[in-house]
T-cell receptor, first 108, second 111 residues
Framework: GQQVMQIPQYQHVQEGEDFTTYCNSSTTLSNIQWYKQRPGGHPVFLIQLVKSGEVKKQKRLTFQFGEAKKNSSLHITATQTTDVGTYFCLSGNTPLVFGKGTRLSVIA | DAGITQSPRHKVTETGTPVTLRCHQTENHRYMYWYRQDPGHGLRLIHYSYGVKDTDKGEVSDGYSVSRSKTEDFLLTLESATSSQTSVYFC??????????FGPGTRLTVT
């Protein structure tokens, strides 16, 4: 079946450093979505990527969808303590499969 | 936040007892989903619904059943709870099969 691998599992950074998480799929994706979950909270939708090679930005967050539509990345520039949480990707193919997430810790 | 609630928010039950979790939405979204979240496994889809009385299985559907008799309600039932079903359960909704909005979650403990 479809698999979505997400790395790294954990990332600890100093405030102000950059952060990147990657998702790789075993199959071509119709779209990929990214979510953020704060500790003790529920996942919150961040963005959806649909087109091959698509790049979208939200303030300090940059999202990319690979040319082959099998991988994606989320990059945060100059992390802040408010960025703490777990970031998940979600394959838009049926059945829906989440990556296992990357937990980001930011040390002030 | 989207109008989505889950009840109960916390539940402790004994092995072998039936348990029903409720998800209620006020957004009139077509799709509704049930996920479980466990350390090391992330979010895994249990069942989802694409309309009233229309449901399909997800990745980890064994031991769970669902029902959707109204657009706004999606019920998840554990017919005979087991300790392996101790988890946090999230309901989500979406207008189409795209961006999802999650409820606050239900923490279920099976002793």
């Amino acid at each position: 079946g479809q698999q979505v691998m997400q790395i790294p599992q954990y990332q600890h950074v100093q405030e102000g450093e950059d952060f990147t998480t990657y998702c790789n799929s075993s199959t071509t994706l119709s779209n990929i979505q990214w979510y953020k979950q704060r500790p003790g909270g529920h996942p919150v939708f961040l963005i959806q990527l649909v087109k091959s090679g698509e790049v979208k930005k939200q303030k300090r967050l940059t999202f990319q969808f690979g040319e082959a539509k099998k991988n994606s990345s989320l990059h945060i520039t100059a992390t802040q303590t408010t960025d703490v949480g777990t970031y998940f990707c979600l394959s838009g193919n049926t059945p829906l499969v989440f990556g296992k997430g990357t937990r980001l810790s930011v040390i002030a | 936040d989207a109008g989505i609630t889950q009840s109960p928010r916390h539940k402790v039950t004994e092995t072998g007892t039936p348990v029903t979790l409720r998800c209620h939405q006020t957004e009139n979204h077509r799709y509704m989903y049930w996920y479980r979240q466990d350390p090391g496994h992330g979010l895994r889809l249990i069942h989802y619904s694409y309309g009233v009385k229309d449901t399909d299985k997800g990745e980890v559907s064994d031991g769970y059943s669902v029902s959707r008799s109204k657009t706004e309600d999606f019920l998840l039932t554990l017919e005979s709870a087991t300790s392996s079903q101790t988890s946090v359960y999230f309901c989500a909704i979406s207008r189409e099969h795209y961006e999802q909005y999650f409820g606050p979650g239900t923490r279920l403990t099976v002793t």
